[in-house]
């Protein structure tokens, strides 16, 4: 339930992952809108070559943890022989998702696409992006 309390619930989406590896956050709606968020960031979850829609097939999705969520991926390649875990922390001011066990076994494929509709800071899917290591875009 979005509102917290079990009071006037409303509904949301937080996360959709698709069969083509294509992973998206949806925002939450702020507490204070009755507004719908249609879209969200989208990221290509594992190895991926170039192209007009590059996909990385996940083969089998695990529940490894409720809450927080925390899912298992399991991809049919040889560029990416182990498990990936994605856990995933969204609320009405941020959608974070944290992804660990990349292998980035070959340098020709891509292991995260970002797609995001920015329009400025503070108005677009998603505006900020945060690695491991710190590096911050923008």
């Known amino acids: 339930c979005v509102d917290g309390a079990g009071v006037g619930c409303r509904w949301s989406t937080g996360f959709v992952l698709y069969p083509n590896g294509y992973a998206r956050l949806k925002p939450f709606f702020p507490a204070n809108k009755d507004s719908w968020v249609p ?38 390649t040889a560029a990416q022989l182990e498990p990936v875990q994605v856990a995933l922390d969204i609320s009405h001011q941020e959608g974070r998702m944290t992804v660990h066990g990349l292998t980035w076994a070959r340098s020709d494929l891509a292991y995260l696409r970002l797609s995001s509709m920015f329009v400025r800071q503070g108005n677009s899917d998603g505006d900020a992006v945060l690695t491991g290591d710190g590096m911050a875009w923008p």
Do not use: K
């Open 39 to 76: 879209f969200g960031t989208s990221v290509v979850i594992g190895p991926s070559q170039d192209s007009a829609f590059p996909v990385s097939r996940v083969e089998m999705v695990r529940l490894l943890q409720e809450s927080p969520p925390v899912l298992e991926l399991i991809y049919n």
